[in-house]
């Protein structure tokens, strides 16, 4: 939900950039760069599939992103760096969770994610599970490479569901 969100911001910033051309063109020579906050609160669809129950998600932070363009003022790269923390929650319990990631996002299609992109971590200490590495995913959303565990990606997530299962 959270790439929705920065990627709906760039389309922003990528339609203000071709409406304005082409003065815009001729005055950017450097990226765009802001700052927005995540506050978010969603079903977690995967974590939901996989559990068996409704696993909501909520998260707090920052983003910060970066638009490049090419010399024609055309909007052709964007970066989005965030970070968060949240929680897990179903059946009246909850897991805290956290993130710290870059997404780059090839604006003609693909994308590439990496870092941290959840830890999950118990009430009393100790972590769940870690998904983090790095993932492309080309113009159509499929994957082309996948480094380091991911274990939110292929639905492994025994621990989670039974962290919330009363």
């Known amino acids: 939900m959270r790439k929705l969100i920065a990627l709906g911001l760039l389309s922003a910033l990528a339609t203000l950039a071709t409406a ?8 950017v020579k450097q990226p765009v760069i802001g700052t927005f906050p ?3 609160t969603n079903v977690d669809p995967g974590a ?14 920052t983003a910060h992103y970066e638009v490049f363009f090419d010399n024609t003022g055309t909007p052709v790269r964007a970066q989005v760096e965030e970070n968060y923390t949240g929680v897990f929650s179903a059946n009246g319990l909850a897991v805290n969770t956290a993130g710290a990631g870059l997404g780059i996002f090839d604006l003609n299609g693909g994308e590439t994610d990496a870092g941290i992109n959840i830890r999950v971590s118990l009430p009393g200490g100790g972590i769940l599970y870690i998904d983090r590495g790095r993932l492309v995913v080309d113009d159509n ?5 996948e480094a ?15 962290a919330l299962t009363p």
Do not use: K, R
Request: one cysteine or more; a negative charge; proline letters at 9%.
């Open 20 to 27: 304005t051309a082409p003065a815009f063109a001729e005055s």
């Open 38 to 40: 995540i506050n978010d």
């Open 48 to 61: 939901s599939a996989a559990c068996g129950f409704t696993v909501t998600e909520t998260d707090t932070g």
């Open 141 to 145: 959303g499929n994957l082309v490479s």
């Open 148 to 162: 380091g565990p991911h274990p939110s990606l292929h639905g492994d997530i025994p621990g989670l569901c039974a």
